[in-house]
């Protein structure tokens, strides 16, 4: 029997897909971008922490199902590829 799952090397072993400490690592405009679309039922999905770079937030908009990239000026763009695991 064929496994239709890939196999993904996890990184993340041991930590949670959004930080407790999230707010410390936002810059001010994304702080304030965050703050309003939490207000309206976005939801922080995920943080990708690449190493030596800055964290990149995804956000999730429950209306329509998309996710969005927070970026460090505080817009946001619509990511069409996101990989879930």
Known sequence: ??????QVNE????????PDDMQSRLTEPQHQTLARLLRIG???????RP??????FILHEP???????LHEGGTIDKV?????R
């Open 1 to 6: 029997m064929l496994n239709n799952h890939t």
């Open 11 to 18: 990184r993340r072993i041991g930590q949670a897909p959004v």
């Open 42 to 48: 976005w939801s922080v999905k995920f943080v990708r």
């Open 51 to 56: 190493l030596f770079q800055a964290p990149v």
């Open 63 to 69: 209306k329509s199902g998309d996710y969005f990239v």
């Open 80 to 84: 069409n590829d996101v990989a879930l």
